[in-house]
């Protein structure tokens, strides 16, 4: 078999995607999800340019070496826009292969660990009282795990919190990025007393997660982890940014609060210290940016040794073809954790085609050959892309922050 095309597809069905689809001399195709919220362009240039004319001939069942080819035949390794591409193709290429052989991936990555894949949504609200109707809402619905975030008394426009009724979306359309603002005291003060309540009107029946967006410092981090401990978070996510690790230590020695993290780190060389030195519970790489399938694998073999389980990025910035490619690496690991799902546009939902079915806060797998999803290419081209960034985030008196 060999590979005659691929096409990049970037379109706006409710928001951007970006979507490769690799052809073959057989007629299979593949998909892969190339999405890197407000960089579409980026990807998909990097895609066109760089990579598909080195595809062209190449056996789409060679995936660990045409993932080095990409990786390690680049002198300029590893980046979020060069991880997403590489992802991107590693994707389509194991959907072709499974499509080929008539099975679905998961089969080929390892069979069936579980029956069904544990997922969390989430559940924001402007107010304390606002957030306990909606994480209600989440669990009359079926969820087992909700991502609980509110609004903050004081603070006007924060991470996690939009204003309609829809589905949050963080990126806004323009041509510059939307600020918002940030006080990590009001935050502090805050955040134990919601949890509380979360677990007065819910009890411990339920898992609860949050949020921190890269935030804190590693000792606000270890007071808020240690505060949360009577309320048996799930776990605390991106506490702080994870460009110096060591962080991770000063958190760790003092709280037992279980950390999740990896949501923007792109190879296994981003987790290798924070897995080997069991620093975190869960890791958050996702299939797109982390360089796809064939990568994570050995990501979530490494983790595997040191107790670490999986809970992949799953928001609606990514299309479904990001989500079904996580649910067959979950499926086939021993060590999956969790999957984040957070829903989609109607839009989405008609651009494109999935099998993968959610039910009562689990996902099931169809047998369908490959990764069971496709672009519905006439639909997503009524949808034209429209530029639109993430948020700038700045302290009150306008020092920039971390968003
Ligand atoms: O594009 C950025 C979002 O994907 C991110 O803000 C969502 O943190 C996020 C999460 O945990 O889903
Ligand atoms: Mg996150």
């Known amino acids: 078999m060999k590979i005659t095309a691929a096409k990049v597809f970037v379109n706006s069905p409710g928001r951007n995607f970006v979507t490769v689809m690799i052809e073959t001399n057989e007629g299979i195709v593949g998909f892969g999800d190339a999405t890197l919220n407000g960089r579409e362009l980026a990807v998909s240039s990097y895609l066109k340019e760089y990579l598909i004319p080195c595809l062209i001939n190449r056996d789409p069942f060679d995936t660990e070496d045409i993932w080095h080819y990409f990786y390690r035949g680049v002198y300029w390794r590893r980046g979020a826009v060069n991880m997403t591409a590489i992802g991107a193709i590693d994707m389509a290429l194991w959907d072709i292969k499974g499509k080929a052989l008539g099975v679905p991936v998961y089969k080929l990555l390892g069979g069936k660990s579980r029956q069904k894949l544990l997922a969390y949504t989430h559940a924001q609200g402007k107010n304390i009282a606002d957030t306990i109707e909606k994480v209600g809402e989440k669990l009359a619905i079926g969820y087992k795990a909700v991502r609980v975030q509110s609004g903050i008394p004081g603070l006007e426009k924060i991470y996690g919190i939009g204003n309609e009724k829809r589905t949050y979306e963080p990126a806004i359309q323009g041509e510059r990025p939307q600020e918002e603002s940030w006080n990590t005291e009001k935050y502090l003060n805050f955040v134990p007393s919601l949890f509380g309540q979360i677990r007065q009107n819910y009890g411990d029946g339920v898992h609860l997660l949050h949020d921190c967006h890269h935030r804190l410092t590693p000792i606000e981090a270890a007071r808020l982890g240690k505060e949360l401990e009577p309320f048996k978070l799930f776990w605390l996510e991106d506490t702080v940014t994870a460009e110096l690790q060591k962080d991770f230590e000063l958190i760790r020695k003092h709280t037992t609060t279980p950390l999740a993290v990896g949501e923007v780190f792109n190879t296994i060389y981003d987790c290798q210290y924070l897995i080997t030195q069991q620093l975190i519970d869960y890791i958050r790489m ?94 997503a081209e009524k949808h034209p892309y429209k530029k639109a960034y993430l948020p700038i985030n700045r302290l009150e008196d306008g020092t920039l922050y971390h968003w």
Not at 310 to 328: E, F, K, Q, R, V
Not at 330 to 336: D, E, L, Q, T, V
Not at 341 to 351: F, L, N, P, Q
Request: a negative charge.
């Open 286 to 379: 996702t299939v797109a940016h982390g360089g796809g399938i064939t990568p994570m694998m050995k990501v979530a073999s490494l983790a595997a040794l040191y107790h670490i389980k999986t809970g992949c990025h799953g928001p609606s910035d990514l299309s479904p073809i990001n989500l079904a490619a996580c649910l067959h690496f979950g499926m086939a690991i021993n060590n999956f954790g969790i999957q984040e799902y957070m829903g989609y546009t109607e839009a989405t939902m008609k651009a494109f085609t999935f099998e993968h079915m959610f039910s009562d806060g689990y996902f099931e797998l169809s047998d369908k050959p490959g990764l069971g999803v496709g672009l519905n290419i006439d639909e």
